[in-house]
């Protein structure tokens, strides 16, 4: 069965540090890979995707995301982060013709 | 544009009721699905419609239903509610497309079941 693992469930950065945010996913075909945002009390936004070619992707806020199929990873990455940015994070697998199965999350929080 | 909206934004229930949550996709978009979020855990998978026809199912018990009508809306209805069922109820909307539609996500219904 797909599943999708994020390793770290709380994750402290200070402002204008870099970040990045593990995610292993299980799947046996090509995956479709999601990051999505969610701050407290809001829906999901979606931050990128990756369905196939580069896998280097660029998404909104200034956040990347960088596919390795030999480690089956999907990591989200900010090269400075905000602290508009403290938020959780999901990691999601598109399980093909229905559903998303997304990670448990990880809660970033931003000291000053 | 509007995006998915969702009502009611916050539910208070007691267990052994029922209740109904709605959702209005995005203008054009003829696919819905529907997430259980429980505090502290990512989304679950419940129900896809596409087309007023069920697509896929999550695993939950039959007091789980939902449906679609003629105009896209959902309507996500749980009966004999547990307190287990507290949880953000999300729903999602798809624009018409292959396998890599994407799903775009409404603010959510907080349920508490008291």
């Known amino acids: 069965a797909q599943s999708v693992t994020q390793p770290d469930i709380h994750i402290t950065v200070s402002e204008g540090a870099s970040l990045e945010l593990r995610c292993n996913y299980s799947?046996?075909?090509?995956?479709?890979l999601f990051w999505y945002v969610q701050s407290p009390g809001q829906g999901l936004q979606l931050l990128l995707k990756?369905?196939?070619?580069?896998?280097l992707v660029q998404g909104i806020k200034g956040f990347e995301a960088e596919f390795k199929r030999s480690q089956s990873s999907f990591n989200l990455r900010k090269p400075s982060v905000h602290w508009s940015d403290a938020a959780e994070y999901f990691c999601?697998?598109?399980?093909?013709?229905?559903?998303?199965?997304f990670g448990k999350g990880t809660t970033l929080s931003v000291s000053s | 544009d509007a995006g998915v909206t969702q009502s009611p934004t916050h539910l208070i229930k007691t267990r052994g009721q029922q209740v109904t949550l709605r959702c209005s996709p995005i203008?054009?978009?003829?696919?819905v699905s529907w997430y259980q979020q429980v505090l502290g855990q990512g989304p679950q998978f419940i129900f896809q419609?596409?087309?007023?026809?069920?697509?896929g199912r999550g695993n939950f018990p039959d007091r789980f239903s939902a449906r679609q009508f003629p105009n896209y809306s959902s309507e996500l209805n749980v009966n004999a509610l547990l307190l287990g069922d507290s949880a953000l109820y999300l729903c999602?909307?798809?624009?018409?497309?292959?396998?890599?539609?994407?799903?775009?996500f409404g603010p959510g219904t907080r349920l508490t079941v008291l």
């Open positions: 999601a697998v598109y399980q093909a013709g229905t559903a998303l199965i």
């Open positions: 419609y596409y087309e007023k026809e069920e697509r």
């Open positions: 799947y046996g075909a090509t995956p479709y």
């Open positions: 203008s054009g978009h003829k696919s």
């Open positions: 999602a909307s798809s624009p018409p497309g292959g396998i890599d539609n994407e799903q775009f």
């Open positions: 990756y369905f196939s070619g580069d896998t």
